[in-house]
């Protein structure tokens, strides 16, 4: 796997929340043109993007804000997690309690709480940018 794209509305409020979260940002791109219409099948592509790479570089998300055509909904704003579809992402932290504060800083709201797997991880849900919903995991054992 290459990368994970996320459609954001705020392209900048989504690169710092990532940052934040320990991602790098590798890069960014105007995208445009015919290539892009055929590509993702929409006439007009008018975009934005940032690659973030994990600190590892194993992993990357592309961060699209789409100026034209313009987003769309496809359901409700903030979907429930057992929304079909892409469901979330999840980062392994050091520290989950000091990553939920610093995400706290650009928004992030914690689903539910912070829970323990057996004495093998704790774990939490958040909704950060856009609605994207990202997950933490802390190795505790």
């Known amino acids: 796997m290459d990368n994970v ?5 705020d392209l900048e409020a989504a690169i710092a929340f990532f940052t934040e979260l320990g991602m790098e940002l590798e ?3 105007q995208i445009e043109g015919i290539w892009a219409d055929q590509t993702v ?8 993007i940032a690659m973030m790479r994990t600190p590892d570089g194993h992993g990357k998300l592309e961060l699209t804000k789409f100026h034209t055509p313009a987003t769309i909904t496809a359901g409700p704003l903030n979907p429930p997690p057992n929304t079909l579809g892409l ?3 999840m980062f392994a932290v050091d520290d989950i309690d000091d990553t939920i504060t610093r995400l706290r800083r650009h928004g992030a ?20 940018p856009s609605g994207i919903i990202v997950a933490l995991a802390e190795r505790i054992g």
């Open 5 to 9: 794209a996320i459609v954001v509305d």
């Open 27 to 29: 890069g960014e791109a």
């Open 41 to 48: 099948g929409l006439d007009g592509v008018r975009s934005a």
């Open 87 to 89: 469901h979330r992402v």
């Open 109 to 128: 709201e914690l689903l539910g709480e912070v829970a323990q797997y057996e004495n093998i991880y704790r774990l939490c849900n958040l909704r950060g």
